[in-house]
């Protein structure tokens, strides 16, 4: 089961005296895994696995020279992972890897002309993936992407009149999704896939007091999870099932219920999946 640390907790044996300083995080690790090859003398055990640097970390081999600033942030990278094409020299080995981009990073070629402001920011691209029909006169290819919207764009049909403010956001989508009855007239189709929430709403029942706040979040169920420990009564199946929130910013004060869809309104493939409701 993955390990859901509070903002004050020491991270002890997988980060030794690395404490979660600012907002809460979530730290999330198989429960066989080591920290490995991302910090010298550590090893990454079985599957990829979330690593939660802290604000002051260095990437270092990964990305020479690029420092993670401002507050904590989540690098994945799978054990045999190179950082590639996205970086010239550079390429991505084995699956789809979360890749870091400092701050100042353009985009370029994945979205001609797209700069990453304010913030670093977290781009999945698959190796042979192109940006696609999210993107006019482009396509997502091979595995699952995660598509970089301008802070000033509309999700529009995603989630009518909501609008991405302040920086840019991620958004997840598989390579063969059309948003689905998630939406109304779209739909979602294999894997797992991230819901863009809006700046607004807040966690709720999934840590009791805690709310998002500030700008947009992202939430991360796998197609076979049902939501568990984290919601009393519910259970996440199976070791390898991740829940994943990024929380940005914990300063709201207005709780939104959380309510879990039903049968008809969830993805192709998922068994649940869990929306945020604005007031």
Do not use: K
């Amino acid at each position: 089961m993955p390990l859901l640390l509070p903002a004050t907790a020491t991270v002890g044996p997988l980060l030794p005296g690395v404490q979660l300083a600012g907002s809460s995080s979530l730290l999330l690790l198989p429960a066989t895994a080591t920290v490995g090859p991302l910090l010298p003398g550590v090893q990454l055990a079985g599957s990829s696995s979330l690593l939660l640097l802290p604000a002051t970390a260095t990437v270092g081999p990964l990305l020479p020279g690029v420092q993670l600033a401002g507050s904590s942030s989540l690098l994945l990278l799978p054990a045999t992972a190179t950082v590639g094409p996205l970086l010239p020299g550079v390429q991505l080995a084995g699956s789809s890897s979360l890749l870091l981009l400092p701050a100042t990073a353009t985009v370029g070629p994945l979205l001609p002309g797209v700069q990453l402001a304010g913030s670093s920011s977290l781009l999945l691209l698959p190796a042979t993936a192109t940006v696609g029909p999210l993107l006019p006169g482009v396509q997502l290819a091979g595995s699952s992407s995660l598509l970089l919207l301008p802070a000033t764009a509309t999700v529009g049909p995603l989630l009518p009149g909501v609008q991405l403010a302040g920086s840019s956001s991620l958004l997840l989508l598989p390579a063969t999704a059309t948003v689905g009855p998630l939406l109304p007239g779209v739909q979602l189709a294999g894997s797992s896939s991230l819901l863009l929430l809006p700046a607004t709403a807040t966690v709720g029942p999934l840590l009791p007091g805690v709310q998002l706040a500030g700008s947009s979040s992202l939430l991360l169920l796998p197609a076979t999870a049902t939501v568990g420990p984290l919601l009393p009564g519910v259970q996440l199946a199976g070791s390898s099932s991740l829940l994943l929130l990024l929380l940005l910013l914990l300063l709201h004060t207005t709780a939104r219920p959380l309510l879990l869809l039903p049968a008809w309104a969830r993805p192709a493939g998922c068994q649940s999946l869990l929306l945020l409701l604005p007031d």
